[in-house]
């Protein structure tokens, strides 16, 4: 008898619990919501977030399990016990949430935590729409969040039919053959067509195709829907006061121009070597590390900025090339090459499909060209445009390259659109340097290699005042 009034009193408390857990939820929060996150690492993705609200709190997340789903069940559990990353399998969580009713809206504060970073989470709920900003501790804009409640079924689009169209595009597009016929794109092709039928949203489609990805022997190949300006970037105030060239006059006489990528014009790149000039700098310090690439516009300027003498850059070859023999062409076919000088993608664009081979030539610039000691600063994420850069100005003996062994990520690239929006990135031209060596999947050795933490004062003042004052 005592056994079954405790029972029946654990019933009442277990129902009366329930009871006020519901009455305490925030319905107009609660539930599964369609978001567009717009980020530098992911383009613009939409993604289904499920938000658990109180009056005063909340957490959200995105699928649970979803990493067991795209990269298997033993890499996904290793991958939740050794990293803070995937928990529950979830690619994204929003922790730490705070609820906060004000003027008629929803004031929402977190923590968002993510495989591509931890953010700020901030953001408000006004009528049906919630929106809100990603920003780092120093408070840059990092991304964007705004979306409504999830009103349609799963999956978001048809992703089976768009991987169709990526496979054809890259298979007739793609720089060499030879790549789509290796076993490394038969495998990934086959995971991926394992894999999509059981992706429900644009995340889970860019985490799957990336996680693949990687295990080709090629690089610059990704899917990913881009914002209305073109790129991937989050926009924003941040873009305008993170200057894409700077220069920083360390102390009389050294310069550190920090380029954080090449996706700039060739006149910022030329009004900056006016104010090295103006500075009457001997040593400049040009800092790549973190620089992804960019365009051959800001990065072939700055080359003939600090150019002493012409060079030739190295060639690109092209399916064209391919599509008729394997082997690298000999000096006297890559005389017969069509020279390229000029910083205009465009240009180098339409020679790409016209040509089976461009042959890259540097011309030191007429006006504020820089002729003083040249220092480059490389790591591990130093890619694309900023390789063969580094590669020939070693290779010249104009600059001393220092820091780590770069990214090995050097090929032409181009973008083709798809269904949904989508973009895929594909690579249509392959890069060799002027002695004949590929970078990559391989990348560019610094002249001294130093821990990327010590780099500068390495060069300052190891490099620099010991060879200003030398004892």
């Known amino acids: 008898m005592k056994k079954m009034v405790v029972l029946a009193f654990s019933c009442l408390f277990s129902l009366f619990s329930c009871q006020l857990r519901a009455e305490d939820q925030d319905r107009e929060l609660s539930g599964d919501w369609k978001m567009t996150l717009t980020h530098p690492d992911l383009g613009v993705v939409d993604l289904i977030l499920t938000f658990d609200a109180t009056a005063d709190a909340f957490n959200a997340y995105t699928r649970k399990g979803a990493d067991k789903i795209i990269v298997g069940g033993w890499t996904s559990f290793l991958g939740r016990t050794f990293t803070s990353s995937f928990r529950d399998g979830k690619l994204i969580t929003l922790d730490e949430g705070k609820l906060i009713q004000k003027d008629g809206k929803k004031e929402l504060s977190g923590i968002f935590r993510s495989p591509i970073g931890n953010y700020y989470f901030k953001g408000e709920l006004i009528g049906e729409t919630l929106q809100a900003e990603l920003k780092t501790k120093d408070q840059y804009l990092k991304g964007t969040m705004v979306g409504t409640k999830l009103n349609q079924s799963l999956p978001l689009v048809n992703y089976v039919d768009l991987f169709e169209e990526v496979v054809v595009l890259s298979e007739q597009n793609i720089y060499n053959k030879a790549r789509i016929e290796s076993k490394e794109w038969k495998g990934f092709k086959k995971k991926m067509t394992q894999v999509l039928p059981q992706i429900h949203d644009d995340l889970e489609l860019v985490f799957a195709f990336y996680y693949y990805a990687q295990k080709l022997p090629f690089s610059h190949y990704a899917l990913l829907r881009l914002n209305e300006s073109g790129n991937n970037a989050s926009g924003g105030a941040v873009e305008e006061e993170r200057k894409e060239v700077e220069l920083t006059v360390l102390e009389d006489g050294i310069g550190l121009l920090s380029i954080r990528d090449f996706g700039g014009t060739a006149e910022a790149m030329q009004r900056v070597f006016v104010e090295i000039k103006q500075q009457h700098i001997k040593h400049l310090i040009v800092d790549l590390r973190n620089n992804p690439g960019g365009g051959i516009e800001a990065g072939l300027t700055f080359v003939n900025q600090v150019a002493t003498n012409s060079y030739y850059g190295g060639i690109f070859l092209t399916r064209k090339w391919f599509d008729q023999q394997q082997k690298l062409p000999t000096e006297a076919q890559q005389s017969s090459f069509i020279s390229f000088t000029d910083a205009n993608a465009t240009a180098l664009l339409s020679h ?91 990348g560019v050795r610094p002249t001294v290699a130093v821990s990327n933490e010590e780099v500068l004062d390495y060069v300052v003042n190891q490099l620099i005042k010991k060879r200003v004052n030398p004892k």
């Not at 490389?378 to 220092?402: D, F, H, K, M, W």
């Not at 780590?404 to 690579?427: D, I, W």
């Open 352 to 442: 790409i499909h016209r040509y089976p081979g461009i042959a890259l030539s540097v011309q030191p610039a007429k006006e504020a060209r820089y002729d003083g000691q040249l220092y480059l600063l490389v790591n591990r994420r130093t890619a694309s445009t900023c390789e063969p850069i580094v590669y020939g100005l070693q290779l010249e003996g104009r600059a001393v390259v220092v820091g780590e062994q770069t990214a090995g990520a050097m090929l032409n690239s181009e973008r083709f659109a798809v269904a949904h929006g989508f973009t895929l990135l594909l690579p249509t031209a392959d890069y060799y340097t002027a002695d004949a060596k590929r970078l990559d999947q391989v």
